[in-house]
C-alpha cells in the first residue's frame, strides 16, 4: 500500500521560507514521479511542482523562481523548499504520485500540509 507523509507546512510572514517534507513508502520511490499540489479555500487543487526519476523538474508560472522542488531517493523523500512567501501561497500543500512508473496522472496524495503566509 503507498503512503504518503507531509510535513513542514506552518505560519510564516510574506518573505519569508519553509521546506516541505514528503516521506514515501509501498512503492519503489526512484522510479515514480512526485509532485506537489496546492488547494486554497475555495480553489481547486492546483500543480505546484513535480519532479522526475531523472530529476528534471517543472513548475506552476506563480512559483517559478521562489519555489525548489527536490529528491532524496535514499531517504524516500521530495522537498519542496519555498522562498519569498507571499500571501497568495496560502493553501493545503499535498505531495502526490502516480503508482504507474514514469507516469503523471497523480491519483495518490498524502493528507496535506497547511501553509499560511501573513502579510
Known amino acids: 500500500q503507498v503512503q504518503l507523509v507531509e510535513s513542514g507546512g506552518g505560519l510564516v510572514q510574506a518573505g519569508g521560507s519553509l521546506r516541505l517534507t514528503c516521506t514515501a513508502s509501498g512503492i519503489i520511490f526512484s522510479s515514480h514521479v512526485m509532485a506537489w499540489y496546492r488547494q486554497a479555500p475555495g480553489k481547486q487543487r492546483e500543480l505546484v511542482a513535480t519532479i522526475t526519476s531523472g530529476r528534471n523538474t517543472n513548475y506552476a508560472d506563480s512559483v517559478r523562481g521562489r519555489f525548489t522542488i527536490s529528491r532524496d531517493n535514499a531517504k524516500n523523500t521530495v522537498y519542496l523548499q519555498m522562498n519569498s512567501l507571499k500571501p497568495e501561497d496560502t493553501a493545503v500543500y499535498y505531495c502526490?504520485?502516480?503508482?504507474?512508473?514514469?507516469?503523471?496522472?497523480?491519483?495518490?496524495w498524502g493528507q496535506g500540509t497547511q501553509v499560511t503566509v501573513s502579510s
Open positions: 502526490g504520485t502516480d503508482p504507474r512508473v514514469g507516469r503523471s496522472t497523480f491519483s495518490i
